[in-house]
């Protein structure tokens, strides 16, 4: 066997960063059509990490890149193109099939957002729903500025976690962004808050014997006359009904 | 070229942020790489030291940014993250030694056996088993290939100690190394 100097074996040992290392580092942005107006989306390797609504930016991009990069400690380039199914999953509402990098906010927080994403187009939940599901039902006001710290609003709908009474309550973009984007979606706000004056705030069917929430796509289904409102879980459950297993109202 | 790297920096951040890339990456890489001897963590280890760089970077004035001594700086993160990293695995209870998980860990790969069993893949695992002061000089100087004074700066000594450092961890090597190959 040939000798080697053992510096020069050494100096053998160094190998090049892998290929695509300059994206882990960076993250990519464009700017797409939201459902309500542009957004400015930003992504690294792992998935998307940030939108946010170019209004909010006053439409300037610079505003948008220097805040991404105060808050996220990233740099930032502009992207060839859109993550792959980033604008079917904004025309549909549904933001299920794209891959999110979260690193950026804590456990807790990671599985609001996840609880949030399952959350279909057109309907609401109350803020306990997803402290309750989460298993952390006391966790309520915990569960809402999780979702105010949201880095990946409309895409994770935090927009359709409202108040129990049907108050659309806070959004990071000011209430009447959270509002605009539920009308978009044909969410019957208007009937929600009505019921929720009322103090009901579940809806039940008298011919199937299930309760919902007012928003739940079987809940909208029920016939007028055979629509009973329910004031809690308890008063549901004590009239014979039980909950519904698409929204899970309890 | 790197040679007005730190003033273009202090200059214009966001627009030379991807020279100091390009230029270290490879460098930051190797340091993760041999100092941990952890190729499934090395790539995450050194995108890290990037991103602490930038966020340090911004918030530095351009005087400061403008006398860099850019990749000892960037070698010096990364160091940091490696030790750290390994202290919090150490600490981490039912984890095998960090530099025997090469040859316990159950997920490896048909490639990385055997590569394992060829010289250099044992020298790479014999760095691990330096003393962390010699390791760090050997790597950065015969590995990474620093001149002595960036070298010192890096790791935050004298040249005269990053040299006996560099020195002893080489001999310790030689001893180690299979006869064919000193």
Redesign the interface.
Same mark, same amino acid.
């Given at each position: 066997?040939t000798? &080697?100097p053992?510096?020069a074996? +050494? !100096?053998? +040992?160094?190998? @090049? !960063? @892998?290929a695509g290392? !300059?994206a882990? &580092?960076?993250a990519g942005w464009v700017e797409v059509d939201g459902p309500v107006g542009p957004l400015y989306v930003a992504f690294t390797d792992r998935g998307i990490s940030y939108v946010c609504p170019t209004s909010w930016m006053g439409g300037d991009a610079g505003r948008f +890149?220097e805040y991404f990069? $105060?808050r996220f $400690? /990233? @740099?930032l /380039?502009p992207a060839a193109r859109a993550p792959a199914g980033l604008s079917a999953a904004l025309r549909s509402g549904r933001g299920t099939g794209l891959d999110y990098d979260l690193r950026s906010v804590g456990e807790f927080d990671r599985k609001v957002l996840a609880k949030t994403l399952e959350i279909p187009r057109g309907e609401v939940r109350p803020y306990a729903w997803v402290a309750r599901e989460i298993g952390h039902p006391a966790a309520v006001r915990a569960a809402g500025s999780a979702l105010g710290r949201n880095p990946v609003p409309i895409l994770i709908p935090c927009h359709r976690v409202v108040r129990s009474d049907g108050a659309t309550g806070n959004y990071g973009f000011g209430p009447q962004l959270k509002v605009d984007l539920l009308r978009a979606e044909e969410v019957d706000l208007d009937g929600i808050q009505r019921l929720g004056r009322r103090r009901a705030h579940y809806v039940g069917s008298d011919t199937t014997g299930v309760f919902c929430y007012p928003s739940c796509t079987h809940a909208r289904r029920i016939t007028d006359g055979h629509r009973v409102e329910l004031a809690n879980a308890a008063a549901a459950a004590g009239a014979g009904y039980r909950p519904c297993r698409h929204c899970r109202p309890a | 070229m790197t040679d007005d790297l730190p003033l273009r920096l202090s200059r214009d951040l966001e627009g030379t942020f991807p020279d100091v890339v390009a230029s270290y990456q490879d460098a930051v890489f190797t340091t993760a790489l041999r100092m941990s001897g952890r190729r499934e963590d090395a790539a995450d280890a050194a995108a890290e030291a990037f991103l602490r760089a930038y966020t340090a970077l911004r918030g530095y004035p351009a005087e400061r940014i403008a006398a860099l001594s850019v990749r000892a700086w960037l070698l010096t993160i990364v160091l940091n993250l490696v030790r750290n990293e390994a202290r919090a695995a150490s600490r981490r209870p039912a984890q095998v030694p960090l530099d025997r998980s090469a040859e316990v860990d159950g997920t490896e790969g048909p490639e990385a056996q055997a590569e394992r069993h060829d010289g250099q893949a044992r020298l790479g695992w014999l760095l691990t088993e330096l003393p962390e002061a010699q390791r760090t000089a050997v790597v950065l100087r015969h590995v990474v290939g620093l001149p002595y004074a960036e070298l010192a700066a890096a790791m935050g000594c004298p040249e005269g100690t990053a040299k006996s450092h560099v020195a002893r961890g080489v001999q310790r090597l030689r001893a180690l190394v299979p006869e064919e190959a000193r």
């Open positions: 066997m000798t &080697v053992i510096d074996r +050494l !100096a053998a +040992l160094a190998e @090049p !960063a @892998p290392f !300059a882990s &580092v960076y +890149l990069r $105060g $400690g /990233r @740099p /380039r | -």
